[in-house]
């Protein structure tokens, strides 16, 4: 007898792309030209530190692109829902809905540790939150059956690299905020290369 679900997969993966899509737009608008452009002169985008708004941007974009195909791994582990899993989804979009302001308040104040540390701590609450969703559905047995411990594991693994850098950075704002900037940067790089839980693409699992 077929089973039907009442929760439907399509419909959190509809929320998850709207929040991410609007979120990277936001990114995008808060690109500003410096008041008072003058076309025969370039110095007033360098003296405003627009380059730090594109790298801000380019970076934090990017993060959001690595959220967002983290979590088509997940989907793809999933068979249903349960109201649980739904709701830390919820607090999961929510740090990722605060990524755009933090990234802006990170250019406005770029050698101040409080916004280093507001953009590691927001960071650090993304990772986490894709962290308990990962858990959630494996706790309450929401994936498909034929996927084994190895994948949630690999899975975990990859995810828990973040808060590792993130947590660096909180510590060595106190010694250098431009190491602590970097250090917030650095698993971007890392995730932008295929991991173990990339090998599960495709292949039949026991």
Known sequence: MAITHLLKISRLEGLTDGVFSIAMTIMV????????FNTGDVSPI?????????YMYAGSFIILGTHWIAMNFQWGLLERLNRIYLWTNMFYLMAICVI?????????????????NFYAINLLCTSLGQMITLTCAYYFKLNKN?????????ALLRILVAPVFYISSLVMTHWSTSIAFILLVLPTAIYLIPGRIDHYEGVPSS
């Open 29 to 36: 608008l808060n690109l500003h030209l410096p008041n008072h």
């Open 46 to 54: 360098v003296q405003s530190n627009i380059y730090i708004n594109l």
């Open 100 to 116: 755009p302001f933090s990234a802006n308040l990170l250019v406005a104040y770029p050698h101040s540790i409080y916004s280093i």
């Open 146 to 154: 034929t996927y084994r411990i190895e994948v949630y594991r690999a």
